[in-house]
Every structure is written in structure tokens, then in C-alpha cells.
């Protein structure tokens, strides 16, 4: 089931009540929603309340509304008010109906859909000098990594478009150009599929180190041939090593979300490699291998043996 499917004004409305889900409205209109980040059938957001909360909304693999939020209500299983802010963001972004009737415009008039923080962002960034905007940038990088390493990788690309094909590891050059033709202005590409094609092989990613050290920079480039083991080697050990696994542990592991890794436990006990824990809550939810439940003794008939060897 698709997103749109289960994530609908009526079903949110159920599931927070009136309430939470006012309060949600609340929030929504006042802008406390920041950017969707929307993949497939999942949309992410942080809302801006007591504290920044992280939002998560999916389908199942069972087409069930799925759904997280860190703030302390969100971590009882229950649909707050931060989801029901979210959503509403969610269904102004699709085109969807996001305010109930009464709430209209006096006027009659169609609800007009208010900027995003993108668009707000968008309009300051336009109206900057271009030291301001380096100044900005420069902050930015400072503090993501990410960003960092993409201006890197963006700089050495213009750096290598500028000082023509020089010789080098064959085996390296081989992996960093994608055209045969020489110079590759778009060298930074090749980066991407070389993690790409590392990930592919079951190998660890590329592994670089900036050398400032020296009278010249350099990046030394380190390709580990290098087998890394799948998410469920590295899970079957973790579940021989302490005999259990919850889905905090997963995203650790996996450095997955908490509903990717709902979905990859789904996946391993239709395999019948795992079995749920008894009386575990969904929410407190752990897992053993199903090799574990099959070996576990029966309390009850192991007590009634007992009785009888001892009459």
C-alpha cells in the first residue's frame, strides 16, 4: 500500500484524537515543520517544539501505517502531536486537502499554499553578496562533514580539469575517469562509482586520508580488496554474542532508521531466521534466532519429567 493510501487526514485524526491532533494543527500553522525529506513510501521531518524532534512516517511491507517520532510520547507508541504536523505538511506538499472545512477562509476563498523553509532560504540566499554567501558556506562546511567532503571532492575535480591528464596508478585512474577521452572534467564522478562498484562487490568502501602534512597536499586513496561481511553476518554474530537483538541494536549495526530496521526484521523471520521474544510490547520488541526458540526448554513439561522421577 502506498503512502498516500494510509497516511490520510481521516486516519490521522483517529489515531491522535482530537486533542493531540489540534495541537498538531497547531504547530503546522505556526511553521514548526521543517523540510520533508520524502524516499519511496517514507517521509522525514524535524518539528520544532520543546525540543527538535525527528518525525518518520512509512508504510509496512503489510501495508499498515508505520510511525516514529523521538519526542517523549512519540517513544510510547502513540501518534503525536509532531506527527500530526508532519502529515499535514506532507498532505500540503502532495496536493492534498490539509485543513478541515471549518477552518476555511471566511472569505470562501482557496487556501493558498504558504512557503516552505526552502522557498524562505531560497529568497534570503538571493538577496546575499557573494562574500556573504562563501562566508555562509564556509561556516557550513566547517560543520558538516558531508558538505565538506563534497567541495573537496568538487575542488580536486576542477583542479584536475585545469591541470590536464597527468600519469598515475593505472588501477586508480582507471576507477576516477569514466570517459575515455581525457581530461574528465566531471572526475568526481567516478568517485561515486567507485564506491559504487566496491559496495557491489561485497568490499569495504574506499578508504581516503588527506595528507597536509607534506609540501604539497595530497589524498591517499586505500581500495581494500577486502570482503565485508552482509548485515545478517554481522547481526548473526551480534545474536550469538548476547542472544537477543532489538532495533535500536539493528540501526546501530545497519546504520538504518528504526523503521528500516522494522522492515529488514519483517524480512528475517518470513526467512525464518528470527523469532519475536514472548510478551515483549511491539514497541519493546527483540528478537532471537529461530535455531534459539526451537532449542529453548518447555518449563512445564520439563517440571511434570521431574515430578515423575521423583515419585
Given amino acids: 500500500m502506498a503512502l498516500a493510501d494510509a497516511l490520510t487526514l481521516k486516519h490521522v485524526r483517529e489515531l491522535a484524537g482530537d486533542k493531540t491532533f489540534v495541537r498538531g494543527l497547531a504547530y503546522f500553522h505556526e511553521g514548526a515543520v521543517g523540510l520533508l525529506e520524502i524516499e519511496d ?109 563534497k567541495l573537496l571532492m568538487q575542488a580536486s575535480a576542477a583542479n584536475i580539469a585545469r591541470a590536464g591528464s597527468k600519469a598515475r596508478n593505472p588501477l586508480i585512474a582507471q576507477n576516477l575517469r569514466e570517459f575515455p577521452i581525457a581530461p574528465n572534467i566531471d572526475a568526481g564522478e567516478g568517485v561515486k562509482m567507485m564506491f559504487a562498484e566496491m559496495a557491489a562487490a561485497q568490499l569495504y568502501p574506499p578508504q581516503y586520508r588527506q595528507n597536509t602534512g607534506t609540501a604539497v597536499e595530497s589524498v591517499t586513496v586505500t581500495l581494500l580488496n577486502l570482503e565485508r561481511p552482509s548485515v545478517w553476518d554481522e547481526v548473526s554474530d551480534w545474536l550469538d554474542r548476547h542472544g537477543a537483538i532489538a ?31 514472548p510478551d515483549r510490547a511491539k514497541r519493546n520488541m527483540a528478537y532471537i534466532k529461530a535455531t534459539q526458540q526451537a532449542e529453548q526448554p518447555d518449563l512445564l513439561s520439563e517440571g511434570l519429567d521431574n515430578k515423575g522421577d521423583s515419585a
Fill in 41 to 149: 513510501d517514507q517521509v522525514r521531518s524535524r518539528v520544532q517544539g520543546t525540543h527538535t524532534y525527528r518525525v518518520t512516517l512509512a508504510t509496512s511491507p503489510d501495508g499498515e501505517l508505520e510511525y516514529d517520532c523521538t519526542c517523549p510520547v512519540g517513544a510510547e507508541g502513540d501518534f503525536c502531536k509532531h506527527a500530526v504536523a508532519v502529515t499535514l505538511s506532507w498532505l500540503e506538499n502532495s496536493g492534498e486537502e490539509s485543513f478541515p472545512a471549518e477552518e476555511s477562509a471566511p472569505s470562501g476563498k482557496p487556501h493558498k499554499r504558504r512557503k516552505t523553509q526552502a522557498d524562505l532560504i531560497a529568497k534570503f540566499l538571493a538577496a546575499q553578496p557573494e562574500a556573504a554567501l562563501r562566508k555562509l558556506l564556509m561556516e557550513a562546511a566547517a560543520r558538516d562533514r558531508g558538505l565538506r567532503n
Fill in 247 to 277: 532495533n535500536a541494536d539493528l540501526c546501530r549495526i545497519a546504520g538504518v532508521d528504526t523503521l528500516k530496521a522494522s522492515k529488514m526484521f519483517a524480512a528475517w523471520r518470513e526467512q525464518g531466521l528470527l523469532a519475536p521474544l
